[in-house]
C-alpha cells in the first residue's frame, strides 16, 4: 500500500511538472553545436534525422531549423544538410565563406542553383536564425525563406511520393558521404505538411547519441554530439601544460588570452581558438615564491609583480622580454593576496595575504606612473586580515568587491582562524571599505578563487568557491547578487588539488566569446608549476536546472498510462535490485573478498563496487571505464566506447609501461627510467622533449575516462586510478593471486573470467613486459594449482574445468594433466581421459623431443 501512495505521488508529481512547462518556451540556450574543419574528420559532428529509415511524403512538406554559426573559427565551408532523395538526388544547402557574396548556396545533384543569399554575420555569429525550405511538389519547385529573403528554383522533376533522407553535418550515407560542415549550431529542426507539425527535433538535450523526436517519436541519431546545454553546464578540460618555475597568471579580457608566466617562457592560451603558444624568454628569470601577474586593460601591459621586494616588471610582446632582472627574494608574506587595477589613480592595488603565521589587512598601492609604493590609510569598515578571498573591480576599477577568506581579528594564525563569507566593498576615491553583508555558507565551510567576475550592470558577480581543509578538493562556480546576501550554484564542479600556498586557482570572462575560464596552478617539488585550465559557455546553468521541456502538445492519456507502467516498473526492479545488493553484501560479510573486485571492500563502499564494478551473478566485466590487458589491449571510455585505436605505437608503449609500474608496484616509474625504456637512442634533451610531447598526448586520452588521470605529484610518473569506478582486470588479478590462502571458488572463477580473454597483452611485445608476462604465467598456473591441492573442492566437473584453465596457459603441465584425468575418470568418462592423456604426450613429444615417461595407468594411480 505504501509502495503504491509512494507510485502515485510521483507520478502525479511529474504529470504536474510535464504540464507546467508544456506551453512554456525555453529559458536557456539548448540545440547540437556541430565540431568542424578544428578537429579530425572522425571526430566531426553529424545527424541523421532517421537513422534506420528514409522519411516518405505525399506531396508538398516544410523542412525548417534554426541556425547560428560558432565565432572564432579558420574554415567556414560546407554542407549545413543534405537532402537525398529517393536514394538518387541530393539536394544541399551549403555555406562558402570565400564566396563573398551569398556564402549560402542549394545545389541540386551536382549543379548551383538560383537559391543564393546570406545572413548578416553580425546575427549569424550571435543569434539564432531561422531558415524554412519547401518541397512544393505541386509546382515542381523548392521555395527557401530566410529573414526577408524568399528564394525559389523551378524544374525539379520533383516527385508527389518520394522518400528523403536528411543528413545535417558529416556521414557517410552511400554514395553522398561528406567530412566537410561548417562549424554550427541548430535546433528545431521541424517538419510539416499543410500547416501541421510532423516531426520536431528540439535538439534541448545534455548528453547522449539520440536526438529526441518529439511528436512522433522518430529519433534521430547523432555522431560526435556537442550538446549547447552541456556546454553550459559541465566544465571542458583544455590540454594542461606543465612549466618550469613558480608560475603565475594572468588574462587579456581584449584577446581573450590566458598568460602563464613561466621562468623560461610566457606561455600564451588563446580561449578562442584553443590553441597553445610560447616565447622564449631570452634568459631564465628568476621567480620568487609569491610573484603574481596581472594584465592591466587600461594600458595594454603584461605586469609581474613582486610586493615583498616592492618589484613590478612591464613584458614586451614584441621583444619577448621584461624590462627588469629578476632578483632572488625571501618567500613572500603575501601568499594569496588580491589584486586590481585602477584607472582613477593609475594604481596597482593589494589586498591582504598571509605568511610566517600571520593574515594581513594591510592595502598596498603602486603608483604606475611614479613607481612609487606606499600603504594605504582606509577609513570605514574594519577589514578583517585574511586571505583566499575573491575580489572583483567594476569596469573602470573605481571600486572593489572582496568576498570571503580565511583568517581572523588579530591576523595570528594560533587564535582561532575561520572561514569568513562577508562582502567588502573598496572605493578607491575615498579609501574606503563598507561592509554590505554576510553570506550564509548553508553549513559547509569553503574558501575563495581569487577571483570575482563583477556585472556592473545587473549588480552581479560570479565567483569560485572550494573546501579548502581537503588536498582532493573540487571548485564550484556561484552567482549572487553585490546588493543582498544568497547565492545559487552554477554549473558542475571541477577538480583541485589544493596545497595551500603550493596552489593557486582563478576565474576569468571572455565578453565576446560569452565564455567563462578557469585556472588552476599546482607547484611541485621540482620547481615546476601543473597548469589547468577549463572553460564553460556562458550563460552558466543551475546545478538543479532541467531542461527536458516538451514544447509540443501531447495526449497526457497515454502519457499517464505509460507513466503508471514506467513507474510500476521502476518500483518492482527497484525493491529487487536493493535485495540483491543486500544479499550480495550479507554474503560479503560473511565471506570475505569472494572476488577479486571486491578485495578492498568496506561496509561504505560494499554497494558501490557491486554495482558499479561487477554483476554479482556472473562476475562479466562491465565495458563503461575499462582497461583490459588480458587478451588484446583494450580500453573503454566513460561512455563504453574503445579508445585504443587512438594510442599510437609510442602512446601505447608509454600507458602500458607507466600503467603496469603503477598497479604492479604502486609508485609508477621515474623520468629517467622512462627514458632508459624509451628514448634509450636519443640525448638527454631529446628524450625530455620526447616525453613532454608524449606525456601530453597521453593525457588527453586518459581525459576520456573518468576518475583516471596521470600524475608526478611524488616525482614518478604514476596513472592515478579509482578502481570503485574504473574496471582494470590486472588490477582484480593482483587481488586474487595475492594471498593464496584466501582462495575459494568464486575467486578462482573471476580468475578465470579475466584469463579467458587470452594471455597478458598478447599481441604486444616489448622487452621490458617479458618479466611481467613470465611472473603473471607463473602466478595463474601457480594459483590454480594451489587451490586443486588445497581440498576445498571435490567436484571432478570443476577440477577439470581447472585444469583447462591451467592448460591455456600451458599446454604441458604435467600436474593438469593428472588432474583432468583423474577427475573425468571419476565422471566414468574414460575415454576423454585417455585422449586427454595421449593429446598431452603428443604436445610433449613436440615441444620436448623426448617421449613422456609415464603411461596412462601410471597417473591415475
Known amino acids: 500500500m505504501k509502495l503504491g501512495c509512494r507510485i502515485f505521488k510521483t507520478f502525479f508529481c511529474c504529470i504536474f511538472i510535464l504540464i507546467a512547462f508544456n506551453n512554456v518556451s525555453y529559458g536557456q540556450s539548448y540545440g547540437l553545436a556541430f565540431s568542424s574543419h578544428e578537429v579530425f574528420q572522425d571526430k566531426r559532428t553529424g545527424l541523421d534525422l532517421s537513422p534506420d529509415k528514409t522519411l516518405c511524403f ?231 615564491q609569491g610573484n603574481q601577474s596581472i594584465y592591466n586593460s587600461f594600458d595594454n601591459t603584461l605586469y609581474n609583480f613582486y610586493p615583498d621586494g616592492q618589484f613590478v616588471a612591464k613584458y614586451d610582446f614584441k621583444s619577448h622580454t621584461w624590462n627588469k632582472k629578476f632578483e632572488a627574494g625571501a618567500v613572500t608574506i603575501f601568499w594569496h593576496l588580491n589584486k586590481m587595477f585602477s584607472s582613477v589613480d593609475t594604481s596597482l592595488y593589494l589586498f591582504g595575504g598571509y605568511g610566517q603565521l600571520l593574515y594581513k589587512n594591510k592595502v598596498q598601492q603602486y603608483h604606475l606612473n611614479s613607481g612609487a609604493w606606499n600603504d594605504v590609510k582606509t577609513k570605514g569598515s574594519f577589514f578583517t586580515p585574511r586571505y583566499l578571498a575573491a575580489l572583483g573591480p567594476t569596469a573602470k576599477g573605481d571600486t572593489a568587491y572582496i568576498l570571503g577568506g580565511y583568517g581572523n581579528n588579530s591576523g595570528q594564525q594560533i587564535l582561532n582562524p575561520q572561514n569568513m563569507y562577508d562582502m567588502m566593498r573598496f572605493t578607491v576615491k575615498d579609501k574606503t571599505f563598507r561592509k554590505l553583508f554576510d553570506l550564509n555558507n548553508k553549513g559547509q565551510d569553503f574558501a575563495f578563487a581569487n577571483s570575482l567576475i563583477i556585472d556592473d550592470k545587473t549588480k552581479t558577480y560570479y565567483g569560485l568557491i572550494y573546501p579548502q581543509h581537503k588536498y582532493n578538493s573540487t571548485l564550484q562556480l556561484i552567482s549572487g547578487s553585490l546588493t543582498k546576501p544568497g547565492y545559487e550554484l552554477m554549473a558542475d564542479a571541477i577538480p583541485y588539488s589544493f596545497h595551500d600556498v603550493h596552489s593557486f586557482a582563478d576565474l576569468y570572462y571572455c565578453p565576446a566569446a560569452k565564455r567563462f575560464t578557469v ?179 597521453l593525457k588527453l586520452l586518459l581525459d576520456k575516462m573518468e576518475h583516471c588521470h596521470l600524475s608526478k605529484d611524488t616525482g614518478y610518473w604514476k596513472i592515478d586510478i579509482d578502481y570503485n569506478y574504473i574496471y582494470v582486470d590486472y588490477h582484480n588479478y593482483l587481488n586474487i593471486v595475492k594471498d593464496k590462502k584466501e582462495l575459494n571458488i568464486e575467486k578462482i572463477k573471476c580468475l578465470s573470467e579475466i584469463t579467458q580473454r587470452g594471455n597478458f597483452l598478447s599481441n604486444i611485445e616489448y622487452e621490458w613486459l617479458d618479466s611481467f608476462k613470465s611472473e603473471i604465467t607463473n602466478e595463474v598456473i601457480d594459483t590454480y594449482l594451489h587451490f586443486a591441492h588445497a581440498g576445498t573442492t571435490t567436484d571432478p566437473e570443476f577440477l577439470t574445468e581447472l585444469a583447462n584453465f591451467i592448460f591455456y596457459f600451458d599446454p604441458v603441465n604435467e600436474e593438469a594433466m593428472v588432474i583432468k584425468c583423474k577427475a573425468l575418470s571419476v565422471l566414468g568418462k574414460h575415454s576423454l581421459a585417455k585422449s586427454t592423456f595421449e593429446s598431452f604426450i603428443k604436445e610433449y613429444r613436440s615441444i620436448y623431443g623426448e617421449e613422456f615417461k609415464k603411461d596412462f595407468n601410471a597417473i591415475l594411480e
Open 58 to 288: 505525399k506531396g508538398n512538406f516544410d523542412l525548417s531549423f534554426d541556425i547560428s554559426f560558432i565565432p572564432n573559427r579558420q574554415i567556414y565551408f560546407g554542407y549545413v544538410v543534405r537532402i537525398i532523395e529517393d536514394d538518387k538526388r541530393n539536394i544541399d544547402l551549403v555555406y562558402n565563406e570565400q564566396t563573398r557574396k551569398n556564402a549560402f548556396n542549394i545545389i541540386v545533384g551536382d549543379k548551383l542553383s538560383k537559391i543564393a543569399f546570406d545572413i548578416d554575420r553580425a546575427r549569424l555569429y550571435t543569434q539564432w536564425n531561422n531558415v524554412r525550405i519547401k518541397f512544393d511538389v505541386d509546382n515542381n519547385k523548392i521555395i527557401l525563406y530566410s529573414g526577408n529573403n524568399v528564394l525559389t528554383e523551378t524544374g525539379l522533376h520533383l516527385k508527389k511520393n518520394s522518400c528523403y533522407k536528411i543528413l545535417f553535418g558529416i556521414n557517410n550515407y552511400k554514395q553522398f558521404q561528406t567530412t566537410d560542415i561548417p562549424p554550427m549550431k541548430l535546433r528545431d529542426i521541424k517538419i510539416s505538411q499543410n500547416g501541421t507539425l510532423n516531426y520536431n527535433w528540439p535538439l534541448n538535450e545534455e548528453n547522449g547519441l539520440a536526438a529526441h523526436e518529439v511528436v512522433n517519436q522518430n529519433d534521430g541519431g547523432v555522431i560526435n554530439p556537442v550538446w549547447v546545454t552541456a556546454l553550459h553546464r559541465n566544465w571542458q578540460a583544455v590540454q594542461g601544460i606543465t612549466v618550469n618555475g613558480v608560475a603565475s597568471v594572468a588574462f587579456n579580457p581584449a584577446k581573450e588570452e590566458v598568460y602563464i608566466i613561466g621562468s623560461d617562457s610566457l606561455y600564451t592560451y588563446s580561449v578562442n581558438n584553443a590553441h597553445w603558444t610560447s616565447s622564449y624568454n631570452g634568459a631564465k628569470i628568476e621567480l620568487n
Open 519 to 697: 585556472v588552476t596552478l599546482l607547484r611541485t617539488d621540482n620547481d615546476q608549476t601543473k597548469v589547468n585550465i577549463y572553460t564553460l559557455m556562458g550563460p552558466p546553468y543551475k546545478i538543479n536546472n532541467t531542461l527536458a521541456v516538451i514544447k509540443n502538445s501531447i495526449n497526457w492519456y497515454y502519457v499517464a498510462m505509460a507513466g503508471m507502467f514506467v513507474l510500476a516498473l521502476l518500483a518492482y526492479f527497484g525493491i529487487k535490485r536493493k535485495n540483491q545488493i543486500k544479499a550480495a553484501a550479507l554474503k560479503l560479510s560473511n565471506q570475505p573478498a569472494t572476488a577479486p573486485i571486491y578485495a578492498n571492500a568496506t561496509a561504505e563502499n560494499i554497494e558501490g563496487q557491486i554495482i558499479n564494478n561487477v554483476n554479482a551473478a556472473n562476475y562479466k566485466t562491465l565495458f563503461k571505464n575499462s582497461i583490459l590487458l588480458f587478451g588484446d589491449l583494450q580500453v573503454f571510455d566513460a561512455e563504453g566506447t574503445e579508445i585504443t585505436k587512438y594510442f599510437t605505437p609510442l602512446i601505447k608503449e608509454l600507458f602500458l609501461v607507466i600503467l603496469l609500474y603503477s598497479i604492479r608496484w604502486g609508485r609508477g616509474l621515474s623520468s629517467e627510467k622512462l627514458n632508459e625504456i624509451l628514448w634509450y637512442d636519443k640525448d638527454a634533451k631529446s628524450a625530455r622533449n620526447n616525453r613532454s610531447v608524449n606525456i601530453a598526448k
